[in-house]
């Protein structure tokens, strides 16, 4: 049997006679899971979420990945800082509130924002997105997601290194540095936010989609399509959140300065290889999160808003 694609119909010669299956298909290729479409990008289920659902949405998966990644992490953040690693759960979970609400907030603002970018990309029509425009919407979104990403983990790891209060911690900050100073790090933020988001809504699902049409099975498909996303993700932006973190950690600037100051003292310390510290734990992170954050986002609209998945099976 072997089946001939005409006008969006499969007809299937066997035999010597003509079976007529309707399909869906325009061309006889393998169908992608509703799973890996709703992650994708225009025409797909989640586009019929409005922006007040998607932010729910958002702040729930980034609640779920930190309460289970925080960990990794602390250890992240202490390995790109020369601190000592630990396995005191007081101090792996030192933070986790201001990381719990900086993880949430923006995950609630990553999923809208990318949203309205694709809007803008279709121009409010039904198609689906360009693999460049999977990528690009959720690039875009994050990057200015990182307006609010920057004081909330500059505060978090103002905690982590001084164990300071969640209420006191702003507090110091803005007497150390005044009100501007908790943007410290901003252009290092939302560069290392777009390319995160566009790893976890673009690279990952756009990867799962591309495993799919050679034939995997799905859950194989979106687990390669999280490494893969994770490890391109946390490469191409370690850099930025090295030099993020490490300015963060220092407020009063008595070893990094200006981006430029603190490229420039971590490339005289250990020269590029500097750029990568705790590269292993931020990657493993983000290969986790983007397989966390990819099957929350796709089930927990369902769960929550489930009239917009009636059509279904």
């Not at 061309?27 to 979420?49: F, I, V, Y």
């Not at 279709?122 to 198609?127: A, E, K, L, P, S």
């Not at 501007?180 to 799962?208: D, N």
């Not at 050679?214 to 993700?233: D, M, N, P, T, Y």
């Amino acid at each position: 049997t072997r089946p001939v694609t005409r006008f969006g119909t499969a007809v299937y010669l066997s035999g010597g006679r003509q079976t007529l299956r309707h399909t869906t298909l325009l061309h006889s290729t393998p169908r992608r899971s509703r799973h890996t479409e709703t992650m994708g990008g225009g025409g797909d289920a989640n586009s019929k979420l409005s922006a007040l659902e998607l932010t729910a949405t958002g702040f729930i998966t980034g609640t779920i990945e930190v309460v289970i990644l925080q960990p990794m992490l602390y250890c992240k953040n202490a390995t790109q800082q020369g601190l000592p690693l630990t396995l005191n759960p007081a101090v792996l979970y030192r933070g986790i509130a201001v990381s719990i609400g900086n993880m949430a907030t923006l995950t609630s603002l990553q999923l809208p924002l990318t949203g309205a970018v694709k809007s803008v990309f279709t121009g409010g029509t039904d198609r689906q997105l360009s693999d460049v425009e999977k990528i690009g919407a959720p690039a875009i979104g994050g990057a200015l997601s990182g307006f609010a990403c920057a004081p909330m983990e500059l505060s978090m790891i103002q905690q982590q290194r001084f164990g300071s209060s969640l209420v006191a911690t702003p507090g110091i900050i803005v007497g150390e540095l005044g009100i501007t100073g908790m943007w410290r790090g901003l252009l290092m933020s939302c560069g290392r936010e777009g390319i995160f988001t566009a790893g976890y809504l673009g690279m990952g699902p756009v990867f799962s989609g591309k495993l799919q049409d050679q034939g995997w099975a799905e859950v194989s498909s979106k687990l390669g399509g999280s490494i893969c996303g994770g490890i391109i993700a946390a490469s191409l932006s370690h850099p930025m959140d090295t030099i993020k973190t490490c300015m963060q950690g220092d407020i009063k600037r008595e070893k990094y300065g200006s981006v430029s100051q603190t490229f420039g003292t971590l490339m005289k310390e250990a020269g590029p290889k500097a750029f990568f510290r705790g590269w292993a734990w931020r990657t493993g992170r983000m290969c986790c999160a983007m397989g966390i954050m990819t099957e929350c986002s796709y089930r927990i609209p369902k769960l929550l808003f489930p009239h917009h998945y009636t059509e279904e099976k």
